[in-house]
């Protein structure tokens, strides 16, 4: 009996023993061991992280069969090595910072002054961080160290190493397809390949941007010398039939609603895209969804102000490295994004975070300020878009889903979403306390770069450009001004509280933030612009659809 025991012991221990040598054991350490650490640490992981590495280790896995020549075997040493590397940034970032690397975590370690790294590095080693990182480069270490390479011998070791090849193959169209390597190659390693990329061609926008608002013959002036104080907030992912003040029976809105009879609300405007990146590319320059004038060559609204004689700032809870955004905010005179202060994690990052920002720009010395604001509102994960205090939606009353018997977790995305949305009003409820008590003129503009779909029309939640919805267009359009500003310019106020339901959309919002501010420019288009006498609805093609033929 004690015999029979001992015997299976040894097989079982020579058969670990032999399994702690094969190349399959070393490669799912390296590749997995970082993405538990992971979990463990990280609230929001996308599935492609998972998928990813499952990819490699079937690459990895199948082609050291076929790479038994000293050199090939060195290249794929080489490969783990690097990737093991990666996975102890990996480790290391999310067990210090509770996230996993993004562009903007490697911006934010740009920014980081070489002589402060070391001190950096001794601020944030803990014992945790530490151990988990020597454990695991150990582990890998001596697993690299004994590692046995086998030649294809069995029909099993001929099916692996066609798959390895195979997913060589689905790695490079993947690649190829996103024309990024994230979502492909895990970890640090593929946010490193993009961030070189992604930085040589945002550097030459923001040098393009640059160049156009210096060489380009316009003219800005203002109307008016008195002081004058301008926000304007860019939300995000913004439903308008989501919030209070546009009729949503929840009161996700309060703080906009006592500020109703300060405020004008217009009712009919739309994003002119379902996507950030192209919708804001027209909203923020004078060019326009038609295409007539190229985006490299369009001023931005911005620039128009700065040039008019406005201090200009832009402060940001987005990612640093955003076209059109980053080439924009380098023109303004302060920019500030705070990814930079949380290290690039998104997790808790809040909106509320930008408040202090606000505030100091907003009491800064100069006497006309145009300070542009851009949330991270109710963006993709909303349940990360606000504090725990801001939770206050549960159960199904109050909402209006596409069906009566939604999920449980249909219902809990609208919850979320609808918390997201009162988190955001109360930040520009603190916006306009801090713009109230000054005697000079100011007013707040606030709209969303587009819309979203949270389960109103159909079975989806997001946006997009197939299959868009009017959710993903229909936005708030907001301006609350104070006394100061109607005493100063009454017919500006009149003329917009009489277009309040004017079909209008957001690819004009140039030509109305020059009127609002009155700038007189000659880039400013009248029949464009709700402020102006000359002001004329245009038909709204959305995607090459008519919204209000077809979307509505
Ligand atoms: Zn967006």
């Known amino acids: 009996m004690l015999k029979l025991a001992t015997s299976i012991t040894c097989t079982l221990e020579g058969h670990v023993r032999k399994y702690l040598r094969s190349h399959w054991w070393v490669t799912l350490f390296i590749f997995f061991f970082p993405l538990i650490v992971i979990y463990g640490y990280v609230d929001f992981i996308r599935s492609s992280e998972l998928n990813a590495r499952l990819g490699w280790l079937l690459m990895v896995g199948g082609l050291a069969y076929l790479f038994r020549k000293t050199l090939s075997q060195k290249l794929l040493l080489g490969v783990l090595a690097l990737m093991a590397l990666s996975g102890a940034f990996d480790i290391l970032y999310a067990v210090t910072f509770g996230g996993i690397f993004t562009s903007a975590s490697f911006e934010a370690m740009m920014l980081t002054d070489p002589n402060e790294s070391v001190e950096f590095l001794l601020a944030y080693a803990s014992l945790e961080n530490v151990l988990l990182f020597v454990l695991y480069l150990g582990i890998v270490y001596w697993s690299l160290r004994q590692v046995n390479f086998k030649n294809v011998e069995t029909k099993k070791e001929r099916f692996y190493a066609f798959l390895g090849i195979l997913m060589v193959a689905v790695a490079i169209q993947q690649?190829?397809?996103?024309?990024?390597?994230?979502?492909?190659?895990?970890?640090?390693?593929?946010?490193?390949?993009?961030?070189?990329?992604?930085?040589?061609?945002?550097?030459?926008?923001?040098?393009?941007?640059?160049?156009?608002?210096?060489?380009?013959?316009?003219?800005?002036?203002?109307?008016?010398?008195?002081?004058q104080t301008y926000v304007v907030v860019i939300g995000e992912s913004m439903n308008r039939n989501h919030m209070q003040v546009y009729g949503y029976p929840r009161k996700t809105s309060p703080n906009l609603s006592d500020l109703a009879s300060e405020t004008i609300r217009f009712d009919n405007v739309v994003s002119a895209f379902a996507q950030t990146r192209p919708s804001l590319s027209v909203t923020l320059t004078e060019a326009s969804s038609d295409k007539s004038l190229p985006e490299s060559k369009a001023i931005s609204l911005l620039g128009a102000v700065k040039k008019a004689g406005f201090k200009t700032w832009w402060i940001s809870n987005q990612q640093p490295l955003r076209t059109p955004t980053t080439a924009i905010a380098a023109i303004a005179d302060e920019s500030h994004f705070i990814s930079h202060d949380f290290h690039g994690v998104e997790n808790n990052r809040y909106d509320g975070y930008l408040l202090p920002y606000v505030k100091q720009a907003v009491e800064d010395k100069a006497q006309h300020k145009v300070i542009f604001v851009h949330l991270m509102g109710s963006h993709l994960q909303y349940r990360n878009r606000y504090p725990e205090s801001f939770s206050v939606f549960q159960g199904s009353e109050g909402t209006r889903p596409y069906r009566e018997d939604l999920s449980s977790s249909q219902l809990q995305y609208i919850n979320e979403y609808d918390n997201s949305v009162r988190y955001t009003d109360y930040v520009l409820g603190e916006i306009v306390s801090f713009l109230k008590p000054g005697p000079q003129i100011s007013a707040m503009s606030f709209f969303a770069d587009h819309g979203e779909e949270v389960f109103d029309s159909k079975d989806f939640k997001g946006h997009g450009p197939d299959g868009v919805t009017k959710n993903m267009l229909e936005i708030p359009f907001l301006l609350w001004r104070n006394e100061a500003f109607q005493t100063a310019f009454p017919d500006t106020v009149k003329r917009l509280q009489a277009r309040r339901g004017a079909p209008f959309m957001l690819d004009d919002f140039f030509h109305f933030g020059l009127s609002v501010m009155q700038v007189e420019s000659d880039l400013l288009v009248k029949e464009r612009s709700l402020g102006s006498v000359e002001f004329k609805p245009k038909a709204r093609i959305v995607y090459g659809r008519d919204y209000d033929k077809d979307i509505k």
């Open 175 to 227: 690649i190829y397809q996103r024309d990024r390597f994230f979502d492909t190659v895990p970890g640090f390693v593929g946010v490193a390949l993009d961030y070189s990329n992604n930085r040589k061609s945002l550097d030459e926008e923001v040098a393009t941007r640059q160049a156009l608002f210096t060489n380009k013959a316009f003219s800005a002036h203002k109307l008016s010398e008195k002081p």
